[in-house]
């Protein structure tokens, strides 16, 4: 079995900061590519960005320039810096990771129950 949590959201300020973490545990032999998803109200889930295992990320235009992903591959865990908020941003964020299982060779998709992230005066 393999587990992934998502945590660090809650309700900031627009223009202010917030970092969601993403610990991916149980039986994992190695993880691939890592990414954050989110989905707003009556909106269909769209990727905010991802990261591979060296540590190269690509991000959507919406968000560029003021997030930032990274991920520390000892803890099989991962981080959204997000910076200059803004009230569109507001939405459930969802972390997924691309795991190898012991004893398989096939990478599975995982998700995360998903972090509420509000961005309000």
């Known amino acids: 079995q393999v587990q992934v949590v998502e945590s660090g959201g809650g309700l900031v300020q627009p223009g202010g900061s917030l970092r969601l973490s993403c610990a991916a545990s149980?039986?994992?032999?190695?993880?691939?590519?890592m990414g954050w998803y989110r989905q707003a109200p009556g909106k269909q889930r769209e990727l905010v960005g991802r990261?591979?295992?060296?540590?190269?990320?690509i991000y959507a235009d919406s968000v560029k320039g003021r997030f930032t992903i990274s991920r520390d591959n000892a803890k099989n865990t991962m981080y959204l810096q997000m910076n200059s908020l803004k009230p569109e941003d507001t939405a459930v964020y969802y972390c997924?990771?691309?795991?190898?299982?012991?004893?398989?060779?096939?990478?599975?998709?995982?998700w995360g129950q998903g972090t509420q992230v509000t961005v309000s005066s």
């Open positions: 990261i591979n295992r060296g540590g190269s990320a």
């Open positions: 149980g039986s994992i032999f190695s993880i691939n590519a």
């Open positions: 997924n990771a691309v795991v190898i299982r012991y004893g398989s060779t096939l990478p599975n998709d995982y």
